[in-house]
């Protein structure tokens, strides 16, 4: 065993989650547990005062989530520069660069434009969208991840950079149907269409059978033999398409070209403010699955927050909005179809029913 | 539209005039499309990459592929670092030419480290850029800050590469974040350091509850994931209620701050009728009165802490002094009976001495053992609640019933009641136990 001759391996130190502190603004070390209120000078600006008069500005700056080593150090060259050498990340991949004096501000601000990243995703903006990994290192992707949110962040830039919908507006895009990017006030998921394709020649060797049988939601795979292999079937009529047997079993692929297509959902929110978290509902399907732009996605997302913004009142968030004018309304104003699939079949949905003669007219 | 640099050398756009990398740039017209438009380019920053190392050039011709036919091509595997069963996503290629060798070979292996961030993500930007030399060293140069869990992604690099980078970061403070069935890296909102909405210490609350399942988290053998997040306020800005098996969050059960003054002060801004609309109109208990002389009634024994009013006039309005948390568990995406929310399990208690915090952590410790010992195979701690029912579980775990749990008592008669007068008497122990 050659492993053997070599040095002993070094044995981990598990240190675990990493103190924060170390690395935290001297401000905000100081005022722990003491700010007072806040404020915002500006779109994608902070103003933060601490009960002792402190106080401290936040610049936050959009990025593409995945950054280079060229990208790192011209970040860190302008926080170093115009800021104060501390920066935090937004859960939506946001960078937030803190400092002592108003007067940074703007000088910040500047840099980060001039070397083409934009300042805002503040208050009743569009934030940056929160994504997923998708053909660039995802083993299950049915689209890809970073292209749909440079191609939707171009397309909503200004809404960015602007605080001017109704409230915070939260997208979120999944490159699959288990959702990783989350729940959304929109959002852009992998929605396929067809049951998968089985290569029987490797399932045998490839797939835990049990273990495929059992991931599967509504009970339609069940182990056989296929040209005298053991693999599995599927029950095209039962199946719903959701992928769940992919993962632990790649040879019965779900991906497809054509048939795996996207479907927006809206009113998903996780905050307690007003109403109770709530989860995005389904209102466009079928929509193609079309690198590099995703055009027809992009059209209804946009189409949808221009609705938004003309119709729902000050603080309403995407969910509030529909609950305050109904869905009737919803698929009125926004023109998309309203179809049997938008009724929900699935375990405890006879509450997504209406029971009541409460109908707008 | 972006216009053009006036530094074109320090601008998202740059592109460096040197190729380092020996091997020459794939065809990739699809991706080349996403090097226009106003947000900053993640296709110019693999560029850039791939000016350096030819691992990059070879994930830009694979990624392309993907681009033309609509499809991923990359699988799992094992590999891990010594001592560790988990933290790395393994990934190497499937899109072999038709010599069986792998089209894209400099990416053939393409593996990610999960890295737990500090709690709260605060670095100093020459940490961020210790980091970047480190990962520039063993691994393609990409980062992703951070990944939907919560961790540092390091993505792209081979599998010896990655025993080397993890020796490295672990020298100086880093650690292997959860991958597999096993406690995940956490996540906790700016909070206390910065937000003046925060009820709670999330910064301790995330160290102490995860940092206590390091050998949960690095050698996975739960029945599934399980993760914690800690948002300081109810506005839940970890998204703990939708995503997490073991949410905290910060909440308060005195009265809400007023200052009246400040309240006035507002009122003359904005008008009555914008505070009568956004404000007092938009509460959900009805708990806010505007009085006649433009100061603010609350009715705090019905407001129910959903932060709005306080969102909206951050000076005048203000969590109360009683402060503690709220624990939920059980929320998690759609795999595999449909999306659940989390469930109020504790609905507020201190989190002020060191007693406090420990029974915290005993709480976590009791849910992960029941887990272990209960969830069938890929089951998260929701699914596992909605199989065995609520009280099963309250009762595994040595937490009593309590009304906050629901939203209405049980609609239908089909349930057996044997035991109703003991049931009612252990409320009523509670109950007299409380008043003292």
Not at chain 1, 151 to 176: G, K, Q
Not at chain 1, 203 to 214: G, H, I, K, L, S
Not at chain 1, 229 to 252: N, Q, R, T, W, Y
């Amino acid at each position: 065993m050659a492993e053997q001759a070599k040095a002993a391996p070094r044995p981990p130190i598990e240190s675990g989650c990493p103190d924060g502190f170390q690395y935290m603004h001297p401000l905000m070390i100081k005022n722990f547990g003491n700010w007072a209120y806040h404020d915002r000078p500006r779109p994608g600006v902070l103003h933060h005062v601490a009960k002792n008069g402190d106080e401290i500005w936040t610049v936050r700056v959009g990025t593409q989530r995945q950054l280079g080593p060229y990208e790192i150090n011209l970040l860190c060259d302008i926080i170093d520069q115009f800021g104060e050498g501390y920066v935090r990340f937004t859960i939506r991949s946001n960078m937030e660069i803190m400092v002592s004096n108003a007067d940074k501000v703007e000088p910040l601000i500047q840099a980060f434009n001039d070397a083409g990243y934009p300042v805002g995703g503040t208050g009743n903006s569009v934030t940056m969208i929160s994504h997923t990994q998708g053909w660039l290192h995802c083993d299950i992707p049915g689209t890809d991840a970073s292209g749909v949110v440079k191609a939707l962040m171009d397309e909503l830039y200004e809404e960015f950079t602007h605080e001017r919908m109704p409230n915070r507006v939260h997208i979120t895009t999944s490159c699959c149907q288990i959702n990783c990017g989350g729940q959304g006030d929109i959002a852009i998921n992998v929605q396929h269409t067809k049951p998968p394709k089985i290569n029987h020649d490797l399932v045998a060797n490839v797939c835990e059978r049990p273990t495929v049988v059992a991931r599967c939601p509504v009970a339609a795979i069940r182990p056989a033999i296929v040209n005298g292999k053991p693999s599995l079937e599927v029950d095209e009529k039962k199946c719903i398409c959701c992928g769940a047997c992919f993962p632990p079993c790649p040879p019965m692929q779900i991906n497809d070209p054509e048939h795996t297509k996207l479907a927006i959902w809206v009113g998903g929110k996780h905050s307690n403010a007003r109403s109770k978290p709530s989860f995005h509902k389904l209102v466009a399907a079928g929509i193609p699955n079309n690198p590099p732009r995703w055009p027809e996605a992009a059209a209804i997302v946009k189409n949808i927050l221009r609705v938004y913004q003309e119709d729902a009142l000050e603080w309403e968030r995407v969910g509030d909005w529909v609950e305050r004018i109904g869905w009737p309304r919803f698929f009125e104003l926004t023109e998309l179809p309203f179809t049997k699939y938008h009724i929900d079949n699935w375990t405890g949905s006879r509450y997504t029913l209406n029971a009541s003669t409460h109908i707008r007219f | 539209m972006a216009e053009k640099p006036k530094n074109p050398d320090k601008h998202s756009t740059y592109m460096p005039k040197e190729k380092k990398s020996s091997k020459p740039f794939h065809n990739t017209p699809m991706l080349d499309q996403l090097e226009s438009g106003p947000w900053p380019s993640f296709v110019t920053g693999l560029k850039r990459m791939a000016m350096d190392n030819n691992m990059m050039v070879d994930l830009l011709g694979q990624l392309e592929h993907s681009y033309k036919t609509r499809l991923g091509y990359w699988k799992g595997g094992t590999v891990s670092v010594f001592g560790y069963g988990g933290g790395i996503i393994p990934r190497f290629t499937e899109l072999m030419g038709a010599d069986g060798k792998a089209m894209f070979p400099e990416a053939k292996e393409f593996h990610t480290l999960r890295v737990q961030p500090p709690a709260g993500n605060h670095y100093t930007t020459d940490m961020l850029r210790q980091l970047s030399n480190s990962w520039d060293k063993y691994g393609s140069g990409l980062i992703a800050f951070h990944g939907q869990t919560g961790n540092i992604m390091f993505i792209g690099t081979t599998s010896e590469n990655t025993q080397h980078f993890f020796d490295e970061i672990n020298e100086y403070g880093w650690d292997l974040g959860g991958a597999g069935p096993c406690v995940r890296t956490g996540m906790s909102c700016v909070g206390a350091a910065r937000c003046e909405q925060s009820c709670a210490n999330e910064h301790k609350i995330h160290r102490l509850l995860v940092n206590n399942f390091m050998d949960d988290m690095h050698r996975p053998a739960l029945p599934y994931k399980f993760k914690f997040k800690v948002s300081g306020c109810p506005n839940d800005c970890m998204n703990s209620i939708h995503r997490a098996d073991f949410a905290v969050i910060g909440t308060w059960r005195d009265d809400m701050k007023v200052d009246q003054k400040e309240v006035k002060a507002y009122v003359g801004r904005k008008g009555r009728k914008y505070v009568i609309d956004n404000v007092v109109g938009r509460c959900p208990t009805n708990a806010l009165s505007l009085n006649d002389d433009d100061t603010l009634a609350v009715d705090n024994r019905n407001c129910v802490r959903c932060m709005h009013c306080i969102n909206v006039m951050t000076k005048a309005l203000s969590p109360g002094d009683d402060k503690g948390v709220s624990v939920l568990m059980g929320g998690k995406r759609t795999l595999k009976i449909g999306d659940t929310m989390g469930t109020v399990v504790v609905p507020f208690m201190k989190l002020d001495t060191d007693e406090d915090y420990e029974k915290l952590v005993e709480i976590a410790e009791n849910t992960i053992d029941f887990f272990a010992e209960n969830a069938l195979e890929h089951e998260r701690t929701g699914e596992m609640i909605e199989r065995i029912g609520l009280v099963n579980f309250l009762e595994g775990v040595g937490i009593d019933v309590d009304p906050n749990m629901i939203n209405f008592p049980r609609t239908s008669s089909y349930v057996r009641l044997d035991d109703w007068d003991v049931e009612a008497e252990k409320w009523n122990q509670r109950k007299a136990k409380a008043a003292g």
